[in-house]
T-cell receptor, first 117, second 113 residues
Framework: GAVVSQHPSRVICKSGTSVKIECRSL??????MFWYRQFPKKSLMLMAT?????????EQGVEKDKFLINHASLTLSTLTVTSAHPEDSSFYIC?????????????FGEGSRLTVL | GENVEQHPSTLSVQEGDSAVIKCTYS??????FPWYKQELGKRPQLIID?????GEKKDQRIAVTLNKTAKHFSLHITETQPEDSAVYFC????????????FGKGITLSVRP
């Protein structure tokens, strides 16, 4: 149980285009999902907290108009990188917490590697 | 907010030896301390976690200890194997509604055959 699926796993796009990444909790409901960015050999940097039915909460320094987050249901959150540029190339990982488990444990998606040409 | 420091940043051990990774945290309200293992290009996997109501937890070759007074916790891996080679992250959180995990910078563990 507690599986989080992230899609796509890899995406290559041209500069200026937008890319959408999906994060789904397959066997549990998640009122809260988290989006991280990870640079090579670096830690997980929290970008934003995605709340079902309300606006996402962004960490300091993360542009909300650049990284659009939508959490329309209890099992799906999406991250859209708008007008992507080469500096947006990175590994993006989502995670989710089971609303019915009060353990604090996070379940991670497989990650999405974005390359902007 | 919470600040998690992780030391050292790299660790190399001989196969069969033990490895110890230490983390400190700043927020005394934090009560949940997980450890994640991440292999190259893959998702972080929870390997063990501990809550503030206990001082130690063990799962086969892996153990975690917590010192709430000093605000530090450690991961202990015994009888290390080459497949233990990975990046290990510690994290801390207060398990309230919508609480977020704060991660340490990670340590690259290399187990030499």
């Amino acid at each position: 149980g507690a599986v989080v699926s992230q899609h796509p796993s890899r995406v290559i796009c041209k500069s200026g285009t937008s890319v959408k990444i999906e994060c789904r909790s397959l066997d549990f409901q998640a009122t809260t999902m988290f989006w991280y960015r990870q640079f090579p050999k670096k830690s997980l940097m929290l970008m934003a907290t995605s709340n079902e039915g309300s606006k996402a909460t962004y960490e300091q320094g993360v542009e909300k108009d650049k990284f659009l987050i939508n959490h329309a249901s209890l099992t799906l959150s999406t991250l859209t990188v708008t007008s992507a540029h080469p500096e947006d190339s990175s590994f993006y990982i989502c995670s989710a917490r089971d609303r019915n488990r009060d353990t604090g444990e996070l379940f991670f998606g497989e990650g999405s590697r974005l390359t902007v040409l | 907010g919470e600040n998690v420091e992780q030391h050292p940043s790299t660790l190399s051990v001989q196969e069969g030896d033990s490895a110890v990774i230490k983390c400190t945290y700043s927020d005394s309200a934090s009560n949940y301390f997980p450890w994640y293992k991440q292999e190259l290009g893959k998702r972080p996997q929870l390997i063990i976690d501990i809550r503030s109501n206990v001082g130690e937890k063990k799962d086969q070759r892996i153990a975690v200890t917590l010192n709430k007074t000093a605000k530090h916790f450690s991961l202990h891996i015994t009888e290390t194997q080459p497949e233990d080679s990975a990046v290990y992250f510690c994290a801390a959180a207060y398990t309230g509604a919508n609480s977020k995990l704060t991660f340490g910078k990670g340590i690259t563990l290399s187990v030499r055959p």
